[in-house]
Nanobody, 123 residues
Framework: QVQLVESGGGLVQAGGSLRLSCAAS????????MAWFRQAPGKEREFVAG????????FYANVVKGRFTISRDNAKNTVYLQMNSLKPEDTAVYYC????????????????WGQGTQVTVSS
């Protein structure tokens, strides 16, 4: 019932910025917790940032705090990830995911996933 489509990835220089978007279907979008995960080659998928569906509380992985900002626009059924001060270590495929009400960091808790968008940061 839910489809998630990411966009906004690309190639940027270290220190640059990029904004990812995730467009979601479904009339219950505003109730859903949304999150961004990423997966680099040879590594497991890891939590990056999340925003709850109840009060819009945000959560971040320690490695991106102060650099990344997650936000949502319920009128547009869209969640964003603003990425500033990008580092080569941020290179990965970024995935949008949704679960119900509350943010968790485990991939297993998420019911719906987008196809991913590639972010490459060069040094």
């Amino acid at each position: 019932q839910v489809q998630l489509v990411e966009s906004g990835g690309g190639l940027v220089q270290a220190g640059g910025s990029l904004r990812l978007s995730c467009a979601a279907s479904g009339r219950t979008f505003s109730r859903s917790a949304m999150a961004w995960f990423r997966q680099a080659p040879g590594k497991e998928r890891e939590f990056v940032a999340g925003i709850s569906g109840n009060k819009g509380t945000t959560f971040y992985a320690n490695v991106v705090k102060g650099r990344f900002t997650i936000s949502r626009d319920n009128a547009k059924n869209t969640v964003y990830l603003q990425m500033n001060s990008l580092k080569p270590e941020d290179t990965a495929v970024y995935y949008c995911a949704s679960t119900y009400e509350y943010v968790v960091v485990s991939t297993a808790a998420y019911d719906y996933w987008g196809q991913g968008t590639q972010v490459t940061v060069s040094s």
